[in-house]
């Protein structure tokens, strides 16, 4: 019995490569890895809102969503449908073209990065010998959406809100390819598919052991800080700017933006999970034998799916904790301490490597 | 202390038959059975579904309604369970604004611009003796006494302020009606016949 | 030498008389030198309240003053200005910063101008409301002043009357915001004002250079109301002023009725009425918690407050079938007696409230994002919060003690030991764990308290139609804010002739422009959360 994905892949190319000449079978395949995607993305961003609801509720003492459905697992599908139908309203004072750019700009950002994710054992869209540095690229355009966003909205709050979202980017994404480097430097590689492969006996936290573990954990603080989400969420600070950036947004494109949010949180998972904890790798132990025999019959999409809600339940946990950090603070832990740390960090990764005292 | 029995119009509590808007049912048979398109019909079942359980509030309050509105999104009472999930504070975003609280004159054209600033669909629930009729406060100079002069309201939910309970069932009422809308332009065709002869039956009775 | 010899002494000019409080009449011209000598000679640093007046002829003005050393003597100065047409008085907001905001509002309640006050903006209605309410000539055509559904653009230019050297006035205008800054409006919907508060802002990137506040937007008239309605009536109206403490604003009129009517009330009820002021502070200081919680980014702790507020409301609930708004202090006692579960409920929420504010501490105030936000954050001298006279937690906070249940002991307060909480950072972590000390505080009231609830009449009987005698009467109470009092000037009529009630969220209003300048947006809604005020208690 094979439950991996990658088997009903190969039955679905052999039949159509046996039916179809090759340019109609490429063709076929490439739309229905588009359409996957797009489903994909759709599905996950409303499970991710339904489960941070739950968990929300949670921590709140509330029961959440559970009327539409069992345990109201259908809220987020009503909340689409009504979304897909409000209002877009037409706003006078806005620079057009960029109002209605933007949002595309964030939702298409996200999409990209996360179309370039190694999902399971061969299940990755496309497969760059610098994957690494692609998702760090890609990813940084969705800023650009946010200050369009916000500039283009000609509204006071937006205007903040996008400076503050520019400057917490720009900061962040120093920590976050900062720590990447680390593990870039201990394996050698950015493509994302060697990098799985090399964690088959041991992930890479553990081989590169304290700094690999110090830049998974400002990994994950940098890139929850990228997500745009609490305590990081002064962009749209609530309290503070009603809705931030995209105070003026209404239907669809207001939409967008809020799934893009949630896709982020699982982008940033799924790259943490990718890069220090063996992306679809199942869990090995050196010596164990009969464990890893044990571990290896878990597909490997299962194994991805539960590093990454894994590290977005903590993500959860940390947003539904802490109260919001005010921006000079937020520069603070960045300049003063995030990135000197990452700095440092590769230093000792860098020994580590040299004098091979990694496992 | 002893507790009498309340009497309305004439009426004690007891002969006075509580009526649960059943209309709104009885008016979506009527509906169907003068027959409407069935894709058209099931279609708009699915909007109205899609809408009635996802309505997002307005972070808007003006005085002691405010709290208890804040309660009814807390852990005891918790409104998420409805769909009501998201409060968002910027009006572009929201479907329904509850006006919970007195409104003067003041605050007459800052109401007007909010309703105005959302997108559509939107609704209105009137939250408090204040914003429906003044309230304590309707013999002052300052109080605009039915909130319903400056927008159009869906629901009233009466008490001053009414409990969470109250305005969980308000707020349930509201869904009762959104999912009795009509979306289509065919449906809408059929809605105001029946609407019509609605219309000509009263004129009889 | 008696304070009464002193200022007679001192002010040949004035009328002094002993009513309830001492009170000193003065005329136009000598109020500027009544003022003085009282604020530099004697001490009274502290303006409680200034009230406008009608008396049918002539418009005046009564301030209650008192000294930052024994806040609970209050001194009463009255003046009078003849002209109805043009009347002027001349202003105090230099010898007491808190007259500023009092006097706006007075002009756009009588339409007295004051000279050489920096700011005479109506304060609660539109610029263009015609007419003065609180007059007794008001006319109330609503034609006058009709429903208005456009929003019309906030003006940046004030008046000021100045008076020029030859004793002659001068109007003058200037601009507070100019065409160069960039200003943000923070409400009046904008979830961080707790209700329609209206500040104008202006930044230089994220930092605050100056902030205006626009109030009225929550202005409901009720001390005109009061004026036309019966004293039992009345008692409604007070709940919905400041509705977190519903409870000890009903007190609060109550006492002066039944003080000026010298009606003896029963222990019992004393206890009752102080035992349920101190459930509605905890109420009042848990929602205060929560939305400082949740205005500072943390959801999650707002919730945790309401829940625990909810077993304090139940208790309400059962004791007088309300909620929030009580409705349960009536003139000679209390609505309804207490019911017998009572006491074990109050027992059972004394232990869960103690864990709860451990726990409460430990998720917030421990918290190192939280702590570095509210350290050091608007700080508020203690001369600013006795000159803007910024009482309750966010006063003792500072330094200022001015607990009216410890100055002018009420109630069932002068049989129970307590400490008043006292801070002297004066910054924002010292308001907000003010207001978590003080809950526990309010639990040890109601220790000693709920076990030794004497037998007796739960309600004196009073005449059916309530006539206070002829007079001015004041009442304090502390309330969740500050000191909460109510005035009542009364003719012998079965309504009053003028009601006042000093609002205890005004003066914090009036401190957010000086302790928030140069600290960011942030700090601005942090700083707001830890004032704590009501928006309806403030327009009244």
Partial sequence: MNLELRTLMQLIDEGLRANLPKFWAVAIECLSVGLALLAGYAVLAMLLIYVERKVCAWFQVRIGPNRVGPFGIFQTVADTLKMLLKEVIPINHVDRFLFYTAPFVVIAASMLTFAALPFAKGIQAIDFNIGVFYIMAISSISILGILLAGWSSNNKFSMIGAMRSGAQMISYELSVGLSLLAIVMLSGTMQLSTLVEQQADLWFIFQGHVPAFIAFVIYLIAGHAETNRGPFDLPEAESELTAGFHTEYSGIHFGFFYLAEYLNMFIIAGIAATVFLGGWQPLHIPGLDGFNYVMDFIPSFIWFLAKVFFLIFLSLWVRWTFPRLRIDQLLHLEWKYLMPLSLLNILIMAVLVVMGWHF | MEVKDITLQGKGTKDIEFKDNEYLEQYLQELRANGVNIFVEKLDMLINWGRGNSVWPLTFATSCCGIEFMSVGAARYDFARFGFEVTRSSPRQADVIVVAGTIVYKMAPVLKRLYDQMADPKYVVAMGSCAISGGPFVKSYHVVNNVCDIIPVDVYVPGCPPRPEALLYGLMQLQRKMKVENFLPDAQKAQKKIRKKLKEVEVKQ | ?540
């Fill in chain 3, 1 to 540: 030498m008696d304070l009464q010899e002193k200022i007679a002494s001192l002010l040949p000019s004035a009328t002094i008389e002993q009513a309830q409080y001492l009170t000193i009449s003065v005329a136009k011209n000598d109020l500027r030198k009544a003022a003085e000598t009282l604020r530099h000679q004697l001490g009274f640093d502290i303006l409680w309240s200034l009230t406008g007046m009608d008396w049918g002829t002539a418009l005046g003005v009564v301030y209650h003053l008192a000294s930052s050393a024994k806040p609970g003597e209050i001194v009463v100065l009255k003046t009078q200005a003849e002209d109805r047409e043009n009347p002027m008085l001349h202003t105090v907001c230099d010898l007491w910063a808190t007259a500023e905001l009092n006097e706006r509002e007075v002009y756009a309640m009588f339409g007295i101008r004051f000279i050489n006050n920096p700011d005479m903006r109506k304060l609660l209605l539109n610029e263009n409301w015609v007419g003065f309410p609180l007059r007794k000539d008001y006319n109330a055509d609503p034609e006058l002043n009709p429903l208005n559904l456009h929003s019309d653009e906030v003006s940046d230019l004030r008046p000021k009357l100045v008076e020029q050297a030859d004793g002659t006035v001068k109007e003058e205008w200037d601009e507070i915001f100019t065409n160069k800054e960039y200003i943000v409006n923070i409400g009046p919907q904008h979830p961080a004002t707790h209700g329609v508060l209206h500040f104008r802002v202006s930044l230089d990137g994220e930092a605050i250079k100056k902030v205006d506040p626009h109030l009225g937007y929550i202005h409901r008239g009720i001390e005109r109301m009061c004026e036309s309605l019966t004293y039992p009536q009345m008692l409604h109206l007070t709940d919905r002023l400041d509705y977190l403490s519903a409870h000890m604003n009903r007190h609060a009129i109550c006492m002066c009725v039944e003080n000026a009517l010298q009606l003896e009330i029963p222990e019992r009820v004393k206890y009752i009425r102080t035992l349920m002021d101190e459930l509605t502070r905890i109420a009042s200081h848990l929602l205060a918690w929560s939305c400082m919680c949740m205005d500072m980014g943390g959801l999650t702790a707002f919730i945790y407050g309401m829940r625990d507020r909810e077993k304090i409301l139940s208790i309400f609930d059962d004791t007088c079938g309300g909620r929030l708004i009580t409705n349960y202090n009536i003139i000679g006692g209390v609505m309804a007696d207490i019911k017998p579960g009572f006491q074990k409920q109050v027992k059972e929420f004394i232990p869960y409230m103690r864990k709860m504010l451990k726990e409460h501490n430990a998720i917030y105030t421990g918290n190192v994002i939280a702590k570095n936000r509210m350290t050091g954050i608007g700080h508020m001298s203690r001369e600013l919060s006795i000159n803007q006279v910024v009482s309750g937690p966010s006063g003792r906070a500072s330094g200022f003690s001015s607990d009216m249940r410890k100055h002018r002991p009420y109630g069932a307060y002068d049989k129970v030991k307590f400490n008043e909480i006292m801070r002297t950072e004066g910054d924002t972590f010292a308001r907000y764990s003010a207001r978590l000390e003080e809950i526990s505080a309010s639990l040890d009231i109601i220790e000693q308290l709920i076990d030794n609830i004497p037998e007796g009449q739960s309600l004196v009987k009073t005449k059916a139609v309530i006539r206070l005698p002829e007079g001015e009467y004041m009442e304090w109470v502390e309330a969740a804010r500050g000191a909460f009092g109510v005035y009542i000037c009364s003719k012998g009529e079965k309504t009053p002739y003028r009601v006042k009630f000093r609002s205890t969220g005004m003066p914090l209003v009036a401190v957010v422009d000086e302790i928030s300048r140069d600290e960011k947006i942030a700090d601005l809604i942090a700083i707001g959360g830890s004032l704590d005020y009501v928006v309806p208690d403030i327009d009244r």
